[in-house]
């Protein structure tokens, strides 16, 4: 990849003046070359490794980039690059094997990785990040409450990008936060990485000196997004050291000082200051900075960044091929480097491939992985929709059949909400002859529709904020369509929720003892059952659409006040002020109340209310005419149900479509 006079502007909100975070950085990352990205907090790593992978949301980009000698073309760069982020974002109910499984299934095509082939080539990967030992362990959530170790989690990081087989590896600190042997560790992941012949990209925060060592060239920015230096950093970084220690000023560099440190002491802003230099304006008029750009235009061709910019080579238009590296290149680039990359770990070799080969004793060619990508450069996904429905549900089932917290939890509290709702309401579900008995049937009702169901509308949406990070990271790589990932979400919880329904209806209708028939229970549980997938789908809904916990929290809890309050319970539809009906109509509970106790009453033509002084009516009547209920609409209610759930999968859908709470 090569890219040349990249700049990129945000306009902060509520702010006319663009700030420029980019200014005109220019530079080459080559097959089989681990290239650092280093600078002051805040010099704009980050910004230009976003930039370059595509994966800025907002603000505008100038200048040229090239993949393989063409403007780069997004969407087909999606595909052909990996992005391993600084935070480690799993689903914790995987294993390492089943994670990087996944992410292979949907990140190379079936034509060019078939399923039975695939756990074969996701085990070749796991040992270029030596993972091999932990395939069968959970990947957890870390920490104090177990799986894997932090380390471990950044090594599966990149092994989750490596499985699709990138030509170009973008990795964002992926030392930080780790001590000196797990930040050994990682690196040596790193270089095991590039030793395949793929171009790695790492932005790195002071390393040591024996991490620094792992990195061939280094592109060095500051503040403002400027070049300071960029090219080979040599044997022990000789080269960046003689390059620095030549401008007249700068502290001497001594031997047994970490170099990425005295490199970043003797370039900061106070040292800037100090010197009265600018150390960007130094390097565009040095000898090395003529070389780097020499280097530079060979890689760019005949292409002006205008030319490029104007025809979208930041993101769109021309016509990219995807990336073919010939091994020669990698071998090229390593020799370039000092030999650093033509010794590879054990089978693992530098060769080509779009995505590097990987010479093994599997029984089908790993080289065509990545390398014939390009015949499916035009397709966004790497899977047809119902593959990736299969896959993203597959996960999700069996990360529902794993979460035993959950699952232990919603089960229960509805043995123990059904319990007490029994033992409130003992035996009175057939009690029909007075005003009072049918207002207590009333009431077990209202209470069992709206106790358990509110409960699993509060304990989805933890489980959703947790999977939503997770989607963040693979709809970046592209693994799927968002609508795939919504419909998954919400079919996994369907069979969990049947169970329930069946054991909170089961023990609520025996011990408050509604009429025994088959067809009347039947339509208990089934609106029963609408109720608990209402209000889950409404809890994935609302944690969809809104930016963390306490707003979903605040904003379902307000909704469901006000079904509680006009569902027709508290207060008949009949005295329910003209002005407020919408909240009536527009309300789930009052349609499964309304068929709850349609069904169980509003047939009872043989049994009469005691309304008082010696008059009595039908059941069916009394309900019919106190709360406007109509037998004959048991059956639109169950479709007017299902409308409800729709508008909340579709308001799942909106919220990971339209809104990202992620932006960068
Ligand atoms: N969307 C944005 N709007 C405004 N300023 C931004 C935006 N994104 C980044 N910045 C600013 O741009 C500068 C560069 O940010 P970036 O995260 O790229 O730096 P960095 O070199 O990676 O820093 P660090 O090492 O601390 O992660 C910072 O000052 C940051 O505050």
């Known amino acids: 990849m090569a890219f040349r006079d990249v700049s990129y502007f945000v306009r902060p909100s509520g702010d006319k003046k663009e700030l420029q975070l980019l200014d005109k950085v220019s530079g080459v990352f080559r097959p089989g070359v681990l290239t650092s990205l280093m600078g002051a907090s805040g010099a704009g790593k980050t910004t230009l490794m976003d930039v370059l992978a595509g994966r800025k949301t907002g603000g505008r980009v100038e200048g040229l980039q090239l993949v393989d000698g063409a403007p780069k073309r997004q969407a087909a760069f999606t595909r052909l690059m990996g992005y391993v982020e600084e935070l480690d974002v799993h689903n914790p109910q995987a294993t390492v094997e089943e994670a990087l499984l996944f992410s292979a299934r949907l990140r190379v095509s079936s034509e060019l990785l078939p399923a039975a082939n695939a756990k074969a080539f996701v085990r070749h990967m796991m040992e270029v990040v030596e993972l091999g030992p932990l395939a069968h362990r959970l990947i957890g959530w870390g920490g104090p409450s177990g799986g894997l170790?932090?380390?471990?989690?950044?090594?599966?990081t990149i092994a989750v990008e490596l499985v699709a087989n990138p030509s170009i590896v973008f990795m964002d600190e992926p030392t930080t936060g780790l001590d000196a042997r797990a930040a050994g560790l990682v690196m040596r992941a790193v270089r095991n990485t590039v030793a395949t012949g793929r171009t790695v990209v790492c932005t790195i925060h002071q390393p040591n000196r024996d991490i620094m060592d792992n990195f061939d060239e280094l592109l060095l920015l500051k503040p403002g997004g400027r070049t300071i230096f960029f090219g080979a950093l040599g044997e022990k970084q000789t080269s960046l050291v003689s390059y620095l220690s030549s401008i007249s000023g700068v502290g001497r560099y001594e031997p047994h000082m970490n170099p990425a440190e005295w490199m970043l002491e003797v370039t900061s802003p106070a040292a800037e200051a100090g010197l009265g230099l600018d150390f960007a304006q130094v390097w565009e008029a040095s000898q090395q900075a003529r070389a780097a750009n020499q280097l530079i235009e060979e890689h760019?061709?005949?292409?002006?960044?205008?030319?490029?910019?104007?025809?979208?080579?930041?993101?769109?238009?021309?016509?990219?091929?995807?990336?073919?590296?010939?091994?020669?290149?990698?071998?090229?680039?390593?020799?370039?480097?000092g030999g650093k990359v033509a010794a590879a770990d054990g089978d693992v070799e530098a060769g080509g491939g779009g995505g590097g080969?990987?010479?093994g004793n599997q029984d089908f060619e790993v080289d065509k992985v990545g390398g014939n990508e390009a015949a499916n450069e035009t397709r966004r996904y790497?899977?047809?929709?119902?593959?990736?429905?299969?896959?993203?549900?597959?996960?999700?089932?069996?990360?529902?059949?794993?979460?035993?917290?959950?699952?232990?939890?919603?089960?229960?509290?509805?043995?123990?909400?059904?319990?007490?709702l029994g033992s409130l309401y003992w035996g009175r579900g057939m009690k029909r002859n007075s005003i009072v008995g049918l207002m207590d049937i009333m009431g077990a009702i209202f209470s069992g529709v709206l106790f358990l169901p509110m409960t699993n509308l509060m304990m989805v949406m933890p489980q959703v904020m947790a999977e939503r990070a997770v989607f963040y990271r693979e709809k970046a790589s592209g693994m799927y369509r968002p609508a795939v990932f919504a419909a998954a979400q919400g079919l996994a919880e369907m069979p969990f929720v049947f169970l329930e329904s069946i054991l909170?209806?089961?023990?609520?209708?025996?011990?408050?003892?509604?009429?025994?028939?088959?067809?009347?229970?039947?339509?208990f549980w089934l609106y029963i059952w609408f109720a608990l997938m209402i209000c889950t789908f409404m809890g994935m809904g609302f944690m969809s659409m809104t930016?963390?916990?306490?707003?979903?929290?605040?904003?379902?809890?307000?909704?469901?006040?006000?079904?509680?309050?006009?569902?027709?319970f508290l207060i008949y539809r009949k005295d329910i002020k003209p002005w407020y009906l919408w909240a009536y109509y527009g309300n789930p509970i009052t349609y499964i109340i309304y068929g709850c106790v349609t069904t169980q009453m509003g047939d009872v033509?043989?049994?009469?209310?005691?309304?008082?002084?010696?008059?009595?009516?039908?059941?069916?009547?009394?309900?019919?005419?106190?709360?406007?209920?109509?037998?004959s609409m048991r059956g639109w209610i169950v479709l007017i149900l299902i409308g409800f759930m729709a508008v909340f999968r579709a308001a799942t859908y909106l919220g990971i479509t339209r809104f990202s709470y992620q932006s960068r």
């Open 149 to 156: 170790s932090t380390e471990a989690r950044k090594r599966l």
């Open 300 to 337: 760019c061709g005949g292409y002006s960044s205008a030319t490029a910019a104007n025809r979208g080579g930041c993101d769109g238009g021309g016509n990219a091929a995807a990336s073919k590296r010939p091994a020669a290149a990698a071998a090229a680039a390593a020799a370039g480097n």
């Open 357 to 359: 080969a990987l010479k």
């Open 382 to 420: 790497a899977q047809l929709t119902h593959v990736q429905l299969w896959l993203v549900l597959h996960r999700a089932l069996v990360s529902h059949c794993r979460n035993t917290t959950y699952n232990g939890m919603r089960f229960t509290i509805a043995f123990a909400l059904a319990w007490i």
């Open 504 to 523: 909170y209806v089961v023990i609520m209708y025996c011990t408050i003892h509604f009429e025994f028939t088959s067809e009347k229970a039947l339509w």
């Open 547 to 568: 930016p963390n916990m306490p707003a979903a929290i605040a904003s379902g809890s307000a909704l469901v006040l006000l079904w509680n309050l006009f569902c027709g």
């Open 605 to 631: 033509w043989d049994e009469h209310v005691d309304l008082g002084n010696g008059a009595a009516m039908p059941v069916a009547a009394y309900v019919r005419d106190t709360f406007n209920y109509e037998y």
